[in-house]
């Protein structure tokens, strides 16, 4: 008498041809901040589809790699920055899905959100290689605005524009920002990365008042630009902020 069928006679006669095949990518948001601006590294892409366009780095996940292994690789490849030797924080942003999102056929992308510690005033070197025919830092607001460069290739514009707003909400109510940042700053410092991402000057002694309580005081200080009064230098927390500080609206 024949039995229930088991998984493994099941799995022998499954047919993965009996649907329609799907890649899986891997893209990467990359912000940093320097000069007060945030940027966005992007690399120019060196082949079709989108020869020549700007685009997030980013690309196939291998068969045997998980998508923020092939997410760190790309980067690697592509712009040659190395996440494993710098200071980061990286989270996985969302999947893109649509049907018609990429010519060549049928994928689906996990963007990753990845936060660049940087000293504020210089960024690390990238250089185009790979699929890439060269790679570099944008202005990212810059680039939203559809300069330089216009449009982004695929549907990066709005995956950009996603990881922005990612970023940038969750600064309301968490010490997220200070990922940007060393692991000791001033409010100062810290200032300049809110102004960056939101795009919008914010007063200091409001914002002064409203952040130190969310912060780890070091107790050590350090001189400010110029030889003005010392500044204290601050760590981060792992804390929600209460109440949580108010975005400026954009005209």
């Known amino acids: 008498m024949n039995g229930p069928q088991t998984e493994e006679n099941y799995l022998e006669s499954y047919n993965p041809g009996d649907y329609p095949p799907v890649a899986l990518a891997a893209d990467l948001v990359v912000f940093a901040v320097a000069g007060s601006v945030l ?3 992007l ?3 060196g082949t079709h589809p989108f020869r020549d366009r700007l685009a997030l780095p980013g690309g196939f996940v291998g068969p045997r790699e998980s998508a923020e292994d092939a997410a760190r690789r790309e980067l690697a490849e592509e712009t040659g920055l190395d996440l494993g030797g710098l200071l980061v924080h990286i989270e996985q942003l969302a999947t893109y899905s649509a049907p018609l999102r990429d010519p060549r056929m049928r994928v689906v992308s996990t963007a990753h959100l990845v936060l660049l510690a940087t000293n504020g005033s210089t960024l690390p070197a990238l250089a185009g290689a790979g699929d890439a025919a060269d790679a570099g830092w944008y202005p990212a607001h810059e680039i939203l605005a559809g300069k330089p460069g216009g449009q982004l290739a695929f549907d990066h514009s709005v995956i950009l524009l996603d990881g922005l707003n990612r970023l940038a909400g969750k600064m309301e109510y968490t010490t997220v920002a200070t990922q940007l940042l060393p692991g000791e700053f001033t409010l100062t410092q810290l200032r300049t990365v809110y102004e960056a991402v939101w795009n919008s000057p914010m007063a200091p002694g409001n ?29 981060a927390t792992d804390r929600h902020i209460h109440p949580p500080l108010a975005r400026p609206r954009t005209p």
């Open 43 to 45: 690399v120019r892409r």
């Open 207 to 235: 914002f002064t008042r409203k952040m130190t309580p969310q912060l780890e005081d070091t107790g050590q200080k350090t001189r400010t630009a110029g030889g003005g009064a010392p500044a204290t230098l601050f760590r």
């Open 39 to 41: 940027h966005v590294a």
